[in-house]
């Protein structure tokens, strides 16, 4: 995934759900990613995931880098959970307990914790998560546990789901919310990437817990989505969209390459207090 830096550098969080999870600095060059901190592997997962989550088959995965010193990532199972991670110096030692949990089979369409993001504003700190239906939630300055997503029940708010579809609606995914002026702006990924192609859509609202709507007054809950980012040239499924000093930065995949994925960004600006990529 990536993440948001106050340095020049766009960072590059890499993690997969098999093996381990790292913590990578991409440099100017934006090529490769330097692994910077050890690895979280599976004998040092903290204990409390095997708790919660008694089917873990390893693998910590979705991390973003949120603050200098705070990285969020997913843990699943028949339950989906987040965690916190806090720097201490060259080490990054976990808070001892999940943020929040969800049991997907209580839910009748799909839900997860998947891809965790904040944004910290002068007024709070916003949670944003999930595949499926992506949905937010206040957490204080502290990171206390904000509590389990249960259906119809606070503290969890849905945000945005995917398109229309004959069945209902389409699944929404690594959610990324950024404050610009007045406005939050809620970007998230449709489609799947092999079933459906990945596009990179985005909403706005004056409240950072929604509800979002896209240029044409819809809501992200009801099919609505400005398409921001779609597949161009040999590159496809746009997706983790994150906005840093650099512009706007985003994974694809490269087709000259068998589908490599790549870490990329583009100028942004702001027409109407909308964002465009600049050309």
Known sequence: AL??????????????????????NLGKEQRRCRLVSPNLRDERYPAWIKKEIPDHSGGLHAPDLVEATTLLYSASGTRSCLGRLTRNGNQWIDSGGPLACVNPSEWPFQVSLDSPTALTTETGRYLVAGRGVVHGAAVDMEWSPVGDMRLGEGPWMPLARGAKTKDGFGSASAPFLHKEGDWFYLFVTWGTGTTSPQSIRVGRSSNPLG???DKNGVSLLEGGGTLFLESFGPFENPTEASITLGGFGFQIDDRRKG?????????????NEWPELMR
């Open 3 to 24: 993440a948001r830096s106050a340095h020049r550098h766009v960072r590059c969080l890499s993690g997969n759900r098999s093996k381990h999870m790292r913590v990578a």
């Open 259 to 271: 589908g490599l994925k790549r870490v990329a960004d583009r100028g942004l600006k702001w027409e």
């Open 211 to 213: 509800p979002f709507i």
